[in-house]
């Protein structure tokens, strides 16, 4: 059961309209990585966790939370359109080429589709896409999904944060980026007690027997140069101790061309004489440097 607090969660409240920033404003609320991606992302790991305790617990405290701060951003939205100077701006744009690239311009839908309200869309107005969130089941990896969700989200508040110099907004985005804090750590906790539970690879329960294990820890240099193979990853004991990693420099096919027969008159491919195996005579080329 929900239960609809009506005071927020923190203050939502700008100290003058600002339509351009509205829109803006906008990604972190619908955007792939905004409030709504998180919110539903949690919700559903939470929902979908067969058996009560403290990790489904986590995700319906942290996925709710989030439904507060979707909320404090649909608020502040509405709060920048409020008395917007809309012409004014609008005017400015078409007269000054140079301030459109600055400021990009209000978005139109905040007007004609939402009544100057937020939207659940990215500052381009793209709705929002139930394809960004994950919940797979597995805890482990749908926490290491958070945790990326919840630094690239940190990263776009903290973007936000420098391109306004309202206070109210700052005041705001201040609360969401200490939020993105707690819930980075707190995922990086959980991470690293599933970790010592279960290992380092997900799914740590598959027979390991199964995979080409001779290659299990090989890093192949697959670019020009070979600084990758300076770095940890190339050399010692494996992240998960169950390996040492190795380094290839010049990794040669383990398999030969692949040659695939015709396809069936009905299918209409191009036929195989058609495509053959000439290729004609080409004018040399300078080697790349």
Known sequence: MFYHIKELQY?????RPDPVFARKLQEVLGGQFGEITVMMQYLFQGWNTRGDGKYRDLLLDTGTEECAHVEM?????????????VRD????VAMDPVVAA??????????IVSGLGAMPSDAQGYPWNA???IASGNLLADFRANLNAESQGRLQVARLYEMTDDRGVK?????????????????????????????LVVPSTFPREL???EVSYTLFNFSRGNESAFGRWAHGPSMDGMGTFNYVPQPVPLA???????????VYDTPPQVIGDYMPTLPSMPPIM
């Open 131 to 133: 394809k960004y969130t």
């Open 11 to 15: 203050h939502a409240k700008p100290e």
């Open 73 to 85: 951003l649909a608020t502040m939205i509405a709060r920048l359109l409020d008395n917007a100077p």
């Open 89 to 92: 701006q609008e005017h400015m």
């Open 211 to 213: 995979e080409k294990q």
């Open 171 to 199: 005041d705001m985005l201040s609360w969401l980026l200490a939020r993105d804090t707690m819930h980075q750590n707190q995922w990086a906790a959980a991470i690293a007690e599933l970790e010592a539970k279960e290992g």
């Open 102 to 111: 600055v400021m990009g311009g209000g978005n139109p839908q905040h007007i």
């Open 256 to 266: 030969p061309r692949p040659v695939l027969p015709p396809a069936p008159p009905y």
